[in-house]
Structures are given as structure tokens and as C-alpha cells.
């Protein structure tokens, strides 16, 4: 087997890399900086620019499936500027991709049929604020947000792929735990300082997953040839004050200060505060009946493996992915 990646040097990208050469997967990756790229029989880089839609084909030579994680963080502050480059980022590498793969259709038949699995990075972000609801993904309703939109276009990009003859599948991802940084370190980092506190009334919920199991929902959506929509969450979401309790248990450090009020956070962060009290409380129910097992359904047992490793002054931080980094 041999899987072509893009995005495969960012958070979710390299724990997926780890986990596919402790199987012997063999990897092809797409980079956009060519002083990126490794050539080695397991691990190939090749050169693209989606924006202007360049891409090196001999990237799908020997590959049998595709996962896409390309998109530009959504972890700095959310400027016109910025909001314009998470949303193109996300469209001009799935459309430069399409373009890519029905070439191959026609120039070159035997490469293109050896690809049997497509899957897509997507994010819980689509599904409506509500401190209420459960979602499935059967849920058609979409937030009223700037992440709201940006997941909506990103899926209706991914979708077009459904024109080629492999399984496609989109993995909503929420907030990743990890032990390698991530894009909001600062939830954290303050318990750590002895400032840490829930943001706002703390109720707001937050579907997280261990990087680990995130890395093996995407192995196992491809291996599986499995289509559709799958939340890429555990089994039990937290609220936002029930995490950070967690996490300062795991730290082993007391939680002091009252919880951050929403204006304060919107002062420092702007628009982009929103993903700190958004809640989406997301059933992984649809890829556990698929056979998939959680090696960390709750949020104790994840932060324990994160902080417990005996690096746990330099361990890793929670980052709050509602996407995926680039």
C-alpha cells in the first residue's frame, strides 16, 4: 500500500506518517516548499502550488489511496486577509487535485485505477452552536459562522470527487489532542502558569479526540474503502469547565482564577474567539458501528497518556482543530 498525503508535515499529517511506517505503508506526500521534499522508497515528497494550481503528477505513481489535510490554520486571528486564505486554501488544493486525478483518467488509466480510497479532512465546525443538541452526520443544518461556511465549501469541494470510481469519505475532526502543539496551546498553558479558567460560563461542549486515534480513523476510513461523512471525536464529549478541571488534574496544578469572560476573549482574539465558546456536542457513534476502537474514549485516560509520559514539562498542548492545520 502506498498513500499520497497532503499536509502530511502538519499536526494530524505526521502523527498519520508515524503510524504508517510503524506498518510499512509507504508514503508520497505533497509539499508546497521544495526544501520539504525527502526521496526515499517509503517516503517521497513532490512539489505543488495550489494556488496556481501546479502540481508534480508523478505523485500518484504506485499510490492506492489519497488522504487530503492541506488548509491553511485557522489558529491565527481571523483578518479579511486571513479568512480569504483559509477558504481558498482549502478549495484550490481539492480543485487542483480533481483537475490532477481526471487527467490520469485519460493520459493514464493504470495509475488512476490503482487508487481505491479517497478521504478529506472536514471539521466539526459545521455543525450549529448549541449547548443542547447531539449531532450525527446526518445533521443538515450548518452553523451561522465564518467556520460554518468555510466547512460547507470545503465539502461541497471534496464532494466532486465523487465523479472518479474510488470510495470517498470526509472525516469531521474536533478538537485534537496532542503531544506536539497545536493551534491553541494557551488552553494549556495558563493551568500550567497557574492562570488557567474556563472560557465563559464553561458549558459550551468541546468533542475532542487523542491525535493517536485521530491518525487511525483516517487509516481505517481508507483501508476500509469506506464513503461518506464520519466524525473524526471520541465517544464522550466534555464540557469546555469539565476540560480544563482535566487538564489541571493532569498537570497537577490548582485551578485558581474565575472563568474568562467572553468580551475579554473577543478583545484579545477578535472574531476568532468564537471558536473558544462555539459548542458541538458530535456522536463518533456512525465510525465505531463501522468496527473502529478507541484506544482513548475518555478525556482523563487521553490527558494521562499526554502528561504522564515523563516529559510533562515539555508535553503537549490541546489544540483546539476544528479543522486541521496545514
Not at 30 to 47: A, M, Q, R
Not at 134 to 159: C, M, P, R
Not at 256 to 281: C, D, H, V
Amino acid at each position: 500500500m502506498r498513500i499520497l498525503i497532503t499536509g502530511a508535515t502538519g499536526l494530524i499529517g505526521s502523527e498519520i506518517v508515524r503510524h504508517c511506517q510503524d506498518r510499512n505503508i509507504a508514503i508520497n506526500y505533497l509539499t508546497t516548499s521544495k526544501d520539504k521534499i525527502v526521496t526515499k522508497s517509503d517516503y517521497h515528497g513532490f512539489y505543488w502550488n495550489p494556488d496556481t494550481g501546479v502540481i508534480d503528477e508523478k505523485c500518484f505513481e504506485g499510490v492506492t489511496a489519497i488522504i487530503n489535510l492541506a488548509g491553511a490554520s485557522i489558529s491565527k486571528r481571523w483578518t479579511t486577509r486571513r479568512k480569504k486564505i483559509i477558504l481558498s486554501s482549502r478549495v484550490n488544493t481539492l480543485r487542483t487535485l480533481h483537475r490532477a486525478l481526471k487527467k490520469q483518467k485519460t493520459l493514464n488509466p493504470r495509475i488512476y485505477k490503482s487508487i481505491t480510497s479517497f478521504v478529506s479532512a472536514s471539521a466539526i465546525g459545521i455543525y450549529p452552536n448549541s449547548l443542547s443538541n447531539y449531532y450525527t452526520e446526518e445533521e443538515k443544518d450548518i452553523d451561522n459562522s465564518f467556520l460554518g461556511e468555510v466547512v460547507e465549501v470545503w465539502e461541497k469541494e471534496a464532494d466532486a470527487f465523487k465523479d472518479f470510481d474510488f470510495s470517498v469519505a470526509k472525516v469531521r475532526v474536533g478538537l485534537v489532542m496532542s503531544s506536539e502543539g497545536g493551534a491553541l496551546p494557551q488552553m494549556a498553558k495558563p493551568v500550567k502558569n497557574y492562570v488557567g479558567a474556563a472560557f465563559g460560563s464553561g458549558e459550551q461542549w468541546q468533542s475532542w479526540v487523542h491525535i493517536g486515534d485521530l491518525a487511525r480513523i483516517f487509516l481505517f476510513t481508507v483501508e476500509n474503502h469506506l464513503s461518506g461523512v464520519f466524525n473524526g471525536v471520541a465517544p464522550n464529549p466534555v464540557t469546555n469547565q469539565r476540560l480544563v478541571k482535566e487538564i489541571a488534574k493532569a498537570v497537577d496544578k490548582p485551578l485558581i482564577l474565575p472563568n474568562i469572560p467572553k468580551f475579554a476573549m473577543k478583545t484579545l482574539l477578535g472574531e476568532m474567539a468564537y471558536l473558544l465558546f462555539a459548542s458541538q456536542r458530535v456522536s463518533s457513534k456512525k465510525i465505531e458501528e463501522e468496527g473502529f476502537l478507541f484506544d482513548y474514549p475518555n478525556v482523563c485516560v487521553a490527558l494521562e497518556q499526554i502528561y504522564g509520559s515523563g516529559e510533562r514539562e515539555n508535553a503537549s498542548e490541546i489544540s483546539y482543530n476544528k479543522e486541521f492545520s496545514s
